[in-house]
Each structure stands twice: as structure tokens, then as C-alpha cells.
């Protein structure tokens, strides 16, 4: 059973518009991260934090932007969808060092 | 910086036989952890093993094994009597130094009944 929760599973949304994408754990695990997964699969960071008010960009370039004002809870917004959103979107958390993360079930975004 | 190659972006296995997927990395650190990771269709990721790269033996999860080689940077996933249920995308992943997990581009593997 899933200790991490994104929503919605799936969203079609129109261009311009703002979204967010939830995810919450009830792990207690101070570190979460947001991946970006494209149609060949490979997942890129887009995001992470350490705890409260921590927030931290990844590898890729995203115009997302994410917040951490709880412990359980990373939300990701993107303020003006557009086509080239279009993407699977992962959300996990990691205990601390060295033990793997957890992950959620994601969010598949259409942008259209 | 650290890099993570699966040279296999699609492999087939029969149903009960044994199929192993490979995985070489490229880091100047001593230290650090190894994980294998299954994606199936439209579901969760999970973790399958995970590896302390200071620990010679080889670790195993039931069906799951790896064979670690670290002078070779080698990691590969053997996974024994395979069942229709571990049809799915593998993913090949490195902890570095610095807290973070990188991965590889996937294998996807198909079980044949």
C-alpha cells in the first residue's frame, strides 16, 4: 500500500491555464523530490527539498515551481500549462541517506 | 559527474526462466549505494535491491539478485523463475555523495507466457 499520494492520476488540461499537482506522504520523511518522466521513460529531476521551507531546482529546467510549508506535503504548480508539459510526473520521498525512495503513483499531464 | 547506463532498452524472458539485465555506472566516489527499480505498466514505481557498494556480497530479494562488480562498475539484475508479473520497465539507479539518485534509462521487459 502506497505511503505517498499524488492527485490526480491523470489531468487534461487547456493551454494558459494553472495547475497544480498534489503529492503527500505520511511517511515523516524530510526529503521529497518531483521527477519529470518523458514517453522513453527516462526520469530527470525537476525538483527536491531537504524539509520546511526548503526547495531546491534539479538537473532539468522546469518552468514548474514547488512549495514545502509541511513536511507531507510537495505540491507542484505550473502557472501557465502549455503543450511541451505534456508529461508523466513523479513525486518521492526518501527516509535520508542511502535507503531508496518511495514513490508515488504519478500524475500523467496532457496539455492541449 | 556520475553516470548510469543500461545498454538493453528491451529484453524478452520466457515465463520460469532467467533473464539478467545490465547496468555500468561511471563514478570516481568509493562509496555509494546502488538500487534497481521496477516500473510496471501504469503502476507505481517500487524498489526491487538495493547495494552498499563497500559490501562484496552480492545482495539478493527472493527472485531478485545482482551481480556486483565494482572494479568494473558493473551491476546487473538476474531475476530467477520469472513470472508474468515481473513484466515491467527496470530502471538502474546511483545514490551519489551528495543525496542525490541518478538513473538509468530503463529496460523494459517483457515475460512470455
Known amino acids: 500500500e502506497a505511503d505517498i499520494y499524488q492527485t490526480p492520476r491523470y489531468l487534461v488540461i487547456g493551454t494558459g491555464k494553472k495547475i497544480t499537482l498534489e503529492c503527500s506522504q505520511t511517511m515523516g520523511h524530510d526529503k521529497m523530490y518531483w521527477y519529470q518522466q518523458d514517453p522513453g521513460m527516462e526520469l530527470h529531476l525537476i525538483h527536491y527539498s531537504y524539509g520546511v521551507n526548503s526547495t531546491e531546482k534539479g538537473d532539468l529546467s522546469s518552468e514548474s515551481t514547488v512549495s514545502r510549508i509541511r513536511t507531507e506535503h510537495f505540491p507542484l504548480t505550473l502557472e501557465s500549462a502549455r503543450p511541451s508539459h505534456t508529461s508523466q510526473y513523479l513525486c518521492a520521498s526518501s527516509e535520508g541517506c542511502c535507503y531508496g525512495y518511495t514513490f508515488g503513483s504519478g500524475t500523467r499531464l496532457t496539455v492541449v | 559527474a556520475q553516470t548510469v547506463t543500461q545498454s538493453q532498452p528491451e529484453m524478452s524472458v520466457q515465463e520460469a526462466e532467467t533473464v539478467t539485465l545490465s547496468c555500468t555506472y561511471d563514478?570516481?566516489?568509493?562509496?555509494?549505494?546502488l538500487f534497481w527499480y521496477k516500473q510496471p505498466p501504469s503502476r507505481q514505481m517500487i524498489l526491487v535491491i538495493r547495494?552498499?557498494?563497500?559490501?562484496?556480497q552480492n545482495a539478493t530479494e527472493n527472485r531478485f539478485s545482482v551481480n556486483f562488480q565494482k572494479a568494473a562498475k558493473s551491476f546487473s539484475l538476474k531475476i530467477s523463475d520469472s513470472q508474468l508479473g515481473d513484466a515491467a520497465m527496470y530502471f538502474c539507479a546511483y545514490l551519489t555523495s551528495y543525496d542525490k539518485v541518478i538513473f538509468g534509462p530503463g529496460t523494459s521487459l517483457s515475460v512470455i507466457p
Open positions: 547495494q552498499e557498494a563497500y559490501k562484496q
Open positions: 563514478t570516481s566516489e568509493s562509496d555509494y549505494y
